[in-house]
């Protein structure tokens, strides 16, 4: 979901599989994406997992490709880069050729499987239940497949901070009262420790009055 709201946010035209998370067998996601006419990129998004039981040091993220070169390959390594540009850990050969990968064998477009982390790696596991983590990953991701498709990186737009309506009538109360001045600074502070020790002082003097 974040990287296509990215994608979306840069122009790009994002079609997904599984909208809503429901099951789509891998026959099914196939037809969808050879359904769009001049389909630029496949991506299918996973976690990994090591074979055997219990726990495994096999780790960091990958790119699974059909086989080598061509316009994946150049997708893959464009990716990767993103990701590693941003400290996530790589295995040690992070490109892996795989034809026996079924949504990687019957897509028409170039197509790309990315397994973000193993599930059976106990480092991995913290990384993919933090959510900045996951946010940071994202947006490597999003901008790796920007700079394949030579697209123009579009920033995200700084939201204002939300109004507290609470604050807003307590400083103008405190003001109306002759508690304390300058309101509009009050209303604009992040509250600290000294700012609220400040304002208790400013109280205390008005109580005496």
């Excluded at 990716?79 to 996530?88: K, T």
Aim: overall charge neutral.
């Amino acid at each position: 979901k974040r990287i296509g709201a990215h994608l979306r946010r840069c122009g790009v035209t994002v079609v997904e599989t599984r909208p809503d998370g429901a099951a789509v067998s891998l026959a099914e996601r196939c037809a969808i994406a050879n359904k769009i006419k001049g389909l630029d990129l496949f991506v299918s998004l996973h976690s990994n997992a090591a074979g055997g039981s219990g726990w495994s040091s096999a780790r960091g993220w990958s790119a699974y490709l059909y086989g080598a070169g061509g316009e994946r390959e150049q997708a893959a390594n464009t990716i990767a880069a993103w990701v590693r540009q941003v400290g996530v850990t790589l295995r040690s050969a992070p490109i892996v050729y795989d034809p026996s990968l079924y949504v990687l064998k019957h897509t028409v477009a170039p197509a790309v499987l990315i397994e973000h982390a193993f599930h059976t790696n106990k480092e991995d596991v913290a990384n993919l239940l933090d959510d900045a983590w996951r946010a940071t990953v994202a947006e490597a991701e999003a901008r790796g497949i920007m700079y394949y498709l030579g697209a123009v990186w579009v920033p995200e737009t700084p939201q204002e901070p939300a109004v507290d309506e609470e604050l807003v009538q307590a400083v103008d109360a405190l003001a109306a009262a002759g508690v304390i001045d300058s309101p509009d600074r009050w209303k604009a502070l992040e509250y600290t420790d000294r700012s609220v020790r400040a304002l208790l002082i400013k109280m205390a003097a008005k109580l005496k009055c």
